[in-house]
């Protein structure tokens, strides 16, 4: 299920899931731990229902500012459970336009899905997913073997083309 | 080109060898590789020898990794504030 792209994240946290719950999905919270300090996020909506917004707006001292930042959208949200979102779909499941450059240049998604261990505490599971087609040519690690091979042959379908227009 | 690149350097003949391309055409073909700097080549006495320029996956490794200790730090972050409302909580 995961390739080499994804990023998995497993804690346990000792606080009772609905605390958990509350702070990863209220936008009031999700401000207050979200960006790496000193950055802030000035403006967040989330809506967690499929389809609903997820939106930051991130600023910084040095005048670093997404500007009202690509909405993404939620795709799975069941109360203490599970919360996913993606940045590849705007609201509503509308296909995104990514950044040209930055952190929402590329799509990602995040799966976070939370269990009660029953004792106040809470085990919990965060996979970011990358897309791996774009993306992989400026990105990946591959050690170029299978993959490689295929963004190895577009770089020289592209050089060809250089090529014959020069 | 960059497939046989990836596994060591090559000269300039050894990349040619398996393709139906004229040399001037690999030639010309390798420098579109080295202006877009996937490439860099060094001549000694006759001899081209091309390597694929280490940056490009350096740079690939590094996107991942930032990932990765972007995902990890802000988590921290959650944990520790989730920890704040917790004691918070408990104050009132």
Known sequence: ?166 | MLARLSRGPATVSELAEPLDMSLPGVMHHLKALEDSGLIRSEKKGRVRTCRLNPGVLASAEQWLVDRRSEWEVRHDRFEEYVMGLKAKGEDA
């Open chain 1, 1 to 166: 299920m995961t390739d080499k792209f994804d990023l998995v994240l497993e804690r346990t946290i000792d606080a009772p899931v609905e605390l958990v719950w509350q702070a990863y999905t209220n936008p009031e919270h999700l401000k207050k731990w979200f960006a790496p300090r000193p950055y802030e996020i000035t403006e967040c909506e989330l809506d967690p229902r499929p389809g609903g917004i997820f939106r930051i707006r991130m600023q910084g001292p040095d005048g670093f500012d997404t500007g009202h930042g690509n909405a993404g959208c939620v795709l799975e949200a069941v109360e203490g459970k599970k919360l996913a979102w993606t940045s590849a779909l705007g609201p509503n499941y509308r296909p995104a336009e990514m950044a040209a450059e930055g952190c929402e240049s590329f799509p990602m998604t995040a799966i976070v899905t939370f269990e009660d261990l029953g004792n106040g505490k809470t085990a919990y599971t965060a996979v970011a997913l990358h897309a791996n087609e774009a993306d992989k040519a400026k990105h990946e690690q591959m050690g170029f073997q299978e993959g490689w091979g295929t963004v190895a042959g577009q770089l020289e379908e592209y050089a060809a083309s250089l090529r014959a227009n020069a």
